[in-house]
C-alpha cells in the first residue's frame, strides 16, 4: 500500500515541513501542555523568562523528529512526548546561555531574554532548564535515553566551546569548523532523532541510521542558517543579517571567501572577523566578498550534500508516512536558503 | 567494638574533617583520578579552566559525604567514586556560574576563571560539567541516584534565581532567605549524601535520614559562610570580607540588623545594600551595625541548631567511624565561625 513518491516531489520544498506537522500534531500538543507544567516554579522569574522563548514560534524541529523517529520505529506507549519536552528544554537552555556567550540582542525576532532579564537570569534559567530536563528523562526511566542526551549535553557544551576558541581566528579550516557544527548542533539533531528508536527499544542498525540521519540533518541546518546569515531576509530570519558577521564568527561562507580570496580581501576579513574592526560598509563589502567567491552557493551545496546523507541513511526503513516525513524535513531545512 | 565518644568530645571542633578525611582517603584518589580523566576535552579550553578550579583546593566536602554516606550504609562495589566524582563537578558547574553571576573577581583566593578565561567560557565550561556529571551518572546506571541528582540540579539552578530576585531587597524575611539557603546550598549537601545511601539500596528510613542530615548540614554550612562575610579573614576565607555587602546580597546576618536597627540604620541598608551606593568606610559601618545587633551570633546560633537536627537525624545508624565522621563535619562546619 506504500505510496510511490519520487524524488522529485520528495525534493519539492513546498511540502517540507507539513507531513512531519501532520505526523506528531496531537503528541505536540501534549508537549505543549508538558513544556507549560515543567516551565512552572514558584520563582515567579523562571515560568516568566522561560515563557519568552517557549512561546516565541520556535518550530519545535527537534523534539518533532523524537516524535516521528519513535512513531517510524513502532514505538507503543507515552513517554515519547516526555523525552520530546526534554529535548526541547535543553535545546532552549542552549539558546538562553548562547546569547548570553555571543551578547545577542534578538533571538527569533524578539528581543533576546538577557535583554529583557539580564544575562545572570539567562544563565540561571538555562541551568534550571536543563535540571528539568534531566528530571523529565529520568522519570521516563530509560537509561539508554539518558545516555543518548547526556551525551548531547556535554558534547554540545564542547562545540560552544570550540567555537569559542575559533572566534576571530581566520585559520580555523572547513574540517574545524565542521566539528564545531558537528558538536554544537548536530549532536543534540542526533540525540533526538536516536531516543526515539531507543525508547522503540529497536536494534543497533536502526539506532546507528537515525543517528545518521540526525546528525547530517543537523549538519545541513546549520550550513543553511550560517549561509542565510549573509543572504537572508532579517524579517522572516527572526535575526539581524550581519549577526555572525558582528560576533566574529567564523563560519564556512567566511572561510570559503577569506581562501578564495586575494590579499587585500583577507586583510579586510583580518580586519573585520579577526579584529572586530568594524565600519559603515563593511557587512555589505563581506556579502558582496562572499557572493563574488560563490561562498554561499557553496554552502548550500554542502547542505544539500549532508542532506542527501540523511536521505539515504532513512533507506533501511520501510516505506510509510513517518520515512517520508522525516525525509520531507531534509529538503525544507535545505529550502530555507534563497 | 564501638568506641565511645562524649558529646563533648564530638563537638571538638579540633577533629572536625579529620575523622571524615580519613574515612575517605582512599576512595578519593579514585575521585581524584577520576575528575582529572573526566575534565579532558580535546577542546583545550576546557580542561584548562576545568583544572583552575578543580585544582584550587577546595575541600571537596560533598563528595566525601556521599562517599561516607555509601560506607555508612555498607554499600560494596565502587559506584559511590563515580557519584561522588559527578557530585564535585555538579558542585564546581555551580561554582563557574555563579561567579558569572556575582560577578566575582576571586574564588577560594585566587582569581576567579571568568577573570582569567572570561565569562562566556566559564559559562559553557560549566555546562560541560554538569553534561560530564550525568554521564557518569548514567555509567553508574542508578535511576534513583539519577533522580536525586537531577533534582538537586534543578532546585540548586532555581535558588540561583531565587537569590537573583531577592538581591537588594531588604523586604526579604528570614523564611525567604532560608527557601534560598535550602535550594541553593542545602539541596547538593542533601542530594550527596542521601545519593550515597540509595546506592545501597537502603529502606526509606535510611535515605530519608540522610537527606535530613544532609539538608541541614548544607544549611548550617551556608549560615556561617554567610556569617563569615562580615566576620571573617579574608586570607583564610578566599574571598574577600565583605562580597555579599558589595553584591548587594540580603543574608542573614543584614536581614538581622535590618531588622533589629533602627530607623536611621534601615536608611544605611537601603542606601547600601538596596540602592548600591556604596562609600568608604560603609562595609566597616555595616559590620559594626551587625554587631550591634549581635548578628553573627544569632546567625552562628541558628547554625548550631540546624547542626543538632542534622546530628540526631544520624542517631537511627549504629555507632561506627563512619557515623561519627559525619556527625563530626558538623562540628566542623561550624568551628568555621571565629
Not at 524578539?110 to 532579564?117: F, P, T, V, Y
Amino acid at each position: 500500500m506504500g505510496v510511490v513518491v519520487s524524488l522529485e516531489e520528495a525534493r519539492d520544498p513546498g511540502k517540507g515541513l507539513q507531513p512531519l506537522l501532520d505526523l506528531v500534531s496531537a503528541d505536540m500538543q501534549g508537549i505543549n501542555r508538558l513544556i507549560l507544567d515543567k516551565a512552572v516554579s514558584d520563582v515567579e522569574l523562571i515560568p516568566e523568562l522561560a515563557h519568552h522563548l517557549i512561546d516565541s514560534g520556535g518550530k519545535r524541529l527537534r523534539p518533532m523528529l523524537t516524535l516521528a523517529a519513535a512513531k517510524l520505529t513502532g514505538f507503543q506507549g507515552d513517554e515519547h512526548i516526555r523525552v520530546a519536552a526534554a529535548v526541547e528544554f535543553m535545546h532552549t537552555a542552549t539558546l538562553l546561555h548562547d546569547d548570553v556567550v555571543d551578547e545577542s540582542d534578538f533571538r527569533r525576532g524578539r528581543k533576546s531574554a538577557r535583554m529583557i532579564w539580564g544575562n545572570q537570569a539567562s544563565v540561571l534559567v538555562g541551568d534550571f532548564l536543563l535540571g528539568q530536563a534531566f528530571r523529565m528523562l529520568v522519570d521516563v526511566g530509560s537509561l539508554q535515553v539518558l545516555r543518548i542526551l547526556s551525551n548531547a549535553a556535554a558534547v554540545i557544551a564542547e562545540g560552544e566551546v570550540m567555537q569559542l576558541s575559533a572566534a576571530k581566528n581566520l585559520a580555523t579550516t572547513e574540517d574545524e569548523y565542521l566539528a564545531i557544527v558537528n558538536a554544537k548542533t548536530a549532536a543534540l539533531f542526533l540525540g533526538a532523532a536516536e531516543s526515539g528508536g531507543a525508547l522503540a527499544k529497536r536494534p543497533a542498525d536502526e539506532l546507528s541510521a537515525l543517528r545518521c540521519y540526525g546528525k547530517n540533518l543537523g549538519i545541513a541546518f546549520q550550513l543553511i542558517d550560517d549561509a542565510l546569515d549573509y543572504s537572508g531576509d532579517s524579517k522572516n530570519l527572526g535575526k539581524a543579517v550581519g549577526d555572525d558577521f558582528r560576533e566574529g564568527k567564523v563560519t564556512l561562507p567566511v572561510i570559503l571567501a577569506f581562501r578564495r580570496g586575494n590579499e587585500d580581501e583577507r586583510a579586510f576579513w583580518q580586519r573585520t572577523i579577526g579584529a572586530g574592526e568594524i565600519n559603515d560598509g563593511d557587512l555589505e563589502h563581506a556579502v558582496a566578498l562572499i557572493s563574488k567567491h560563490n561562498a554561499i552557493s557553496a554552502t548550500n551545496e554542502r547542505a544539500r550534500s549532508y542532506g542527501t546523507v540523511a536521505r539515504d541513511a532513512m533507506e533501511i526503513f520501510k516505506d510509510g508516512k513517518e520515512k517520508r516525513a522525516m525525509q520531507d524535513v531534509i529538503a525544507f531545512c535545505i529550502s530555507r536558503a534563497h
